[in-house]
């Protein structure tokens, strides 16, 4: 009979299987972490593209103007920091398959340490550029008029949907980096929980 992780043995002594549900929950957590981090290579594989790729052709009275992603200048931040998040996430997708193929789950610390710090600096980058690019493409979509600055998604009504898609991206790309610091966060500190302390 088993209740809770206990077993009863047959001399009537409780045994614990925690180790083993331990074991099984390391797995299930380094494979939602291979997972997660597949994702955000993904989507910042499409938010950089998406972006980069921006363009579109105006003429007003015989003079073109071209708008780029690179005269929004805080978009060339966030795709730098996608470019990172994916290299980052890449090089973490290799250790987690690498730990799923040597049946190694457990980190040391200072391997916890290491991806903790990381995630925790991708996250940050991320969630400031990320910040930072809504904040311009809310003010080009509504301007300023406080400021005078007027609206220049009127003008440039497809450059500035394709980079609202690449906006959005980045946001989700965002939201999954605050996931996969907490799952960090929860390997490095469950390091140092009591060991003998028993269930």
Sequence with gaps: MEYL?????????????FRNNLRVFDKRLLVTELVLRCFVCGLACVSIFL???DTEMKEFFTVEKRARFTDVKVLIFLVTV???AAGYSLMHMIRCCMSVMRKSVVLNKPLAWAIFSGDQIMAYLIFSAVAASVQAGLLSQYGQSALQWMKTCNMFKQFCNKMEEGLIISVILCLLMVVLSIISTFGLFRLYGNSNHKC
């Excluded at 992780?5 to 299987?17: L, Q």
């Design 82 to 84: 996608s470019g990172l």
């Design 51 to 53: 972006i980069t790729t």
């Design 5 to 17: 992780g206990v077993g009863v043995s047959p001399g009537n002594v409780p045994v614990f299987h």
